[in-house]
T-cell receptor
């Protein structure tokens, strides 16, 4: 059973636009919801994370929106730039083991 | 600079051969993790270790083995029993054990079959 479903698989956005990536999870026991950014040939880097006691967290151009009742959270990238072109992964955590990752979204920002 | 170092960056394995991937961290983190990344599949947990001399199987441990003799080192061996080893392998660490802690990743080792 897939514990976290990420969409879309790929996304093309014009420079200056808003990029939105969504994730849905099954287990209500999860209490940590990070987003990672990965460039080709590199390891993922933590971008922003949220815990379920808040509904939104903003860091610069990146915002996480969290809907606990719907078991969904999303990443919004405002004023998207070509340098934001990368693969983005959502993840969920809360147990004793590591994070469970979504399958990733390949984002392309067109200049 | 503190971080996680994975080596080698590229590795080739012959049929029937065991190979070992290195992961070293100087972040003084307690927990370490190994993930496998395949195109379109996200990251899947192979093994994790919360403290020295202890480790647990993840979702896809078959054909892999690990050791944790030192806090800063968590090598992964891909054995000949792993029939489809071609993938990008990522090592991570977190300050505290548990899935609700930020994880820091190395830059990976790409393993291919000769």
């Amino acid at each position: 059973q897939q514990q976290v479903k990420q969409s879309p698989q790929s996304l093309i956005v014009q420079k200056g636009g808003i990029s939105i990536i969504n994730c849905a999870y099954e287990n209500t026991a999860f209490d940590y919801f990070p987003w990672y950014q990965q460039f080709p040939g590199k390891g993922p880097a933590l971008l922003i994370a949220i815990r379920p006691d808040v509904s939104e967290k903003k860091e610069g151009r990146f915002t996480i929106s969290f809907n606990k009742s719907a078991k969904q959270f999303s990443l919004h990238i405002m004023d998207s730039q070509p340098g934001d072109s990368a693969t983005y992964f959502c993840a969920v955590g809360g147990g004793a083991d590591g994070l469970t990752f979504g399958k990733g979204t390949h984002l392309i920002i067109q200049p | 600079d503190g971080g996680i170092t994975q080596s080698p960056k590229y590795l080739f394995r012959k049929e029937g051969q065991n190979v070992t991937l290195s992961c070293e961290q100087n972040l003084n983190h307690d927990a370490m993790y190994w993930y496998r990344q395949d195109p379109g599949q996200g990251l899947r947990l192979i093994y994790y270790s919360q403290i020295v001399n202890d480790f647990q199987k993840g979702d896809i441990a078959e054909g892999y083995s690990v050791s944790r003799e030192k806090k800063e080192s968590f090598p992964l061996t891909v054995t000949s029993a792993q029939k489809n080893p071609t993938a990008f392998y990522l090592c991570a660490s977190s300050n505290l054990a548990g899935g609700n802690q930020p994880q820091h990743f190395g830059d990976g080792t790409r393993l291919s079959i000769l």
